[in-house]
């Protein structure tokens, strides 16, 4: 059985203050974890966390993924980005240019995010988190399209994403040039086993298609873990939740 997408996860050294501000952001209910870091939950039973983890690393560069939030018109993108400075965001500048829609702004810990202009096509059935937009290549994504079992919703120009069956947020990877890696990402996607799954089985499925398993202080950063720590083809971390 497949590894389900479970959470996706923030290095970071404030975790509490990173929850508040997403979750206040994002209008979600916030939970403590079982090893010192804070949740935040979905908003049904299909969606996944959000997961704040606890790490000595200070962010240094870029990040290799951000969100993309949505906007259902432009009074309400202009709420999302006021809500978001209120709680600690800014603007920051990556290089967009001034004719473009959305709005590039960081949270508290310095982590990029962009809220999109009303009518974004693309995201137009996602919710408010429309993806996390990735850098990375095309195989990276059709990586992840077997690996999650969610079909290929984009594949152009070497630009891939994929979408769960039953809608909701996309996962995006630009294509090339795709900037080189400098250390550990702060973030990460968690996969969790479904009840009743081999977990060797589905570790073996993972490397069968291009994944690489990686030393727990690459994806975890606190020595041992419970989870089987991983590499995608592009060398990002991303872990495998065990059954507790």
């Not at 974890?33 to 606890?54: H, K, M, Q, S, Y």
Request: with cysteine; charged share 25%; aromatic share 6%.
């Amino acid at each position: 059985m497949t590894g389900q997408l479970f959470a996706i996860c923030f290095h970071t050294t404030r975790p509490s203050d990173l929850a508040r501000f997403w979750a206040g952001l994002l209008g979600r209910e916030t939970a403590d974890g079982a090893d010192g870091d804070v949740v935040i939950l979905p908003p049904d039973a299909a969606g996944f966390r959000i997961r704040f983890v606890p790490g000595q690393e200070p962010k240094t560069g870029q990040n290799r993924a951000h969100f993309d939030l949505t906007s259902t018109s432009p009074d309400d993108q202009r709420r999302t980005v006021a809500r978001a400075l209120e709680l600690g965001g800014r603007h920051i500048d990556v290089g967009q240019l001034p004719e473009e829609g959305h709005v590039v702004l960081a949270d508290p810990d310095g982590n990029e995010f962009c809220v999109i202009e009303p009518g974004n096509k693309f995201l137009a059935d996602t919710g408010v988190i429309g993806a996390p937009a990735c850098d990375g290549t095309q195989e990276v994504g059709y990586f992840w399209s077997q690996a999650l079992r969610w079909p290929l919703v984009w594949d152009q120009d070497q630009e891939t994403a994929v979408q769960s069956p039953d809608g909701g947020t996309k996962i995006t990877w630009g294509g090339p040039p795709v900037p080189p890696k400098t250390g550990r990402n702060r973030l990460y996607l968690e996969l969790a086993l479904p009840a009743g799954a081999d977990p060797r089985a589905e570790i073996d499925r993972l490397l069968s298609l291009g994944a690489r398993r990686a030393d727990t202080a690459a994806v975890t950063g606190e020595g041992e873990s419970r989870d089987v720590p991983m590499l995608d083809p592009d060398g990002n971390e991303f872990s495998v939740r065990m059954p507790r």
